[in-house]
């Protein structure tokens, strides 16, 4: 039997869509998914193009993709976790379990990671294998392509709720599609005032109707002035940092408040040059880097917020195309003038 798979056939960019056998010969631990909904990822991005990450990290022939949903349609001989007709997504981390880290319970931060679509085959096919153990269980009720943007969902719930907000003044740094979402997150947690920092209009226009009570634009304002200015010359109580522009992080450091705290998720290509005596040391603020979901704690909140209802996902996922629409699909990301593009199989 076969199915339709996106692959990253050569070192070169683009991706190709083929005919390859379904994976159903299954370990003890395994399952089999049949795919409802996957979307695109800044990963699945930069693997398109074959930047000079990808070129470093990724060993063709490779089924591409690692955010979706999907139908349990086989399980593996010791699979306990999940039962045939389960929709699940996944967790895309796949840990070692024996590494100093995983033997105290960070698995976020495994040593030996090995991440699904990048260095294992993933889901931007009509069916998945997947480990048992990184499956998370969902509600049937809930759109798949909803349930599918839960994996990038979780990054920004880590990065926005490491911190308390409730209550609390935030800056969102750059709103692509995670940092749209940390928006969101932000709103509907209570945070007292939101102020997201973007240069697309589009999506400038997006975190106004996901919750963004100020938008700053950096092109047409002083970023550090009117932060300081929206909050009585004191800051924000905390940065949530998604865009992983040198600029934008730099003053970062000079709006956030005294004793303020900072959650850093975007990566930056360039170095960073910070005041660290004054803008770190003397302000006694705290910084985090945010590494992907922290397992499994992230995955409950996500599945807890998504099953509230209270986030606009509706405005989040903004596209949607078949599978086989893939260039169309990146098209779309790479334009930047969207949220979250969803493929369906």
């Known amino acids: 039997m076969e199915m339709m798979a996106v692959i990253k056939a050569a070192r070169e960019p683009g991706v190709k869509i083929v005919k390859k056998p379904i994976p159903d010969v299954l370990g003890p631990n395994e399952v089999l998914v049949k795919v409802l909904a996957t979307s695109i990822c800044g990963t699945d991005v930069h693997i398109y193009k074959w930047d000079k990450w990808s070129q470093g990290r990724i060993k063709p022939p490779l089924t591409v993709g690692h955010e979706f949903s999907g139908e349990v349609i086989k399980i593996g001989s010791h699979v306990k976790k999940v039962n045939i007709g389960d929709i699940v997504s996944a967790e895309t981390h796949i840990v070692c379990h024996e590494c100093e880290f995983c033997r105290r319970g960070e698995f976020h931060i495994c040593k030996n990671t090995k991440i699904i679509g990048v260095d294992t085959d993933g889901c931007f096919a009509e069916y998945a294998k997947m480990p048992a153990e990184n499956l998370i269980i969902n509600n049937s009720k809930i759109n798949p392509k909803y349930l599918s943007i839960q994996e990038p969902l979780g990054n920004a719930v880590h990065t926005m709720l490491h911190f308390k907000i409730t209550g609390k003044t935030v800056a969102v740094v750059g709103c692509g599609p995670i940092g749209m979402m940390g928006v969101n997150i932000a709103k509907v947690v209570g945070a007292s005032k939101i102020i997201?920092?973007?240069?697309?209009?589009?999506?400038?226009?997006?975190?106004?109707?996901?919750?963004?009570?100020?938008?700053?634009?950096?092109?047409?304002?002083?970023?550090?002035?009117?932060?300081?200015?929206?909050?009585?010359?004191?800051?924000?109580?905390?940065?949530a940092e998604f865009s992983g522009n040198k600029q934008a992080i730099e003053a970062a450091f000079k709006y956030v408040k005294a004793g303020g705290k900072m959650s850093m998720l975007g990566i930056s290509p360039d170095d960073i040059d910070i005041d660290l005596s004054n803008d770190v040391v003397f302000k006694g603020i705290t910084i985090y880097g945010v590494v992907g979901r922290i397992l499994f704690e992230t995955w409950h909140q996500v599945v807890g917020l998504v099953e509230s209802g209270k986030l606009d996902l509706d405005k989040i996922v903004t596209h949607t195309f078949p599978l086989s629409e893939i260039d169309k699909g990146m098209e779309v990301m790479m334009s930047g003038n969207s949220g979250k593009v969803v493929l369906i199989p």
């Open 196 to 239: 997201a920092i973007e240069v697309n209009d589009y999506r400038i226009r997006l975190a106004k109707e996901l919750g963004a009570n100020v938008v700053i634009n950096p092109l047409k304002e002083d970023v550090i002035a009117r932060v300081l200015e929206e909050t009585d010359g004191m800051g924000v109580d905390v940065v």
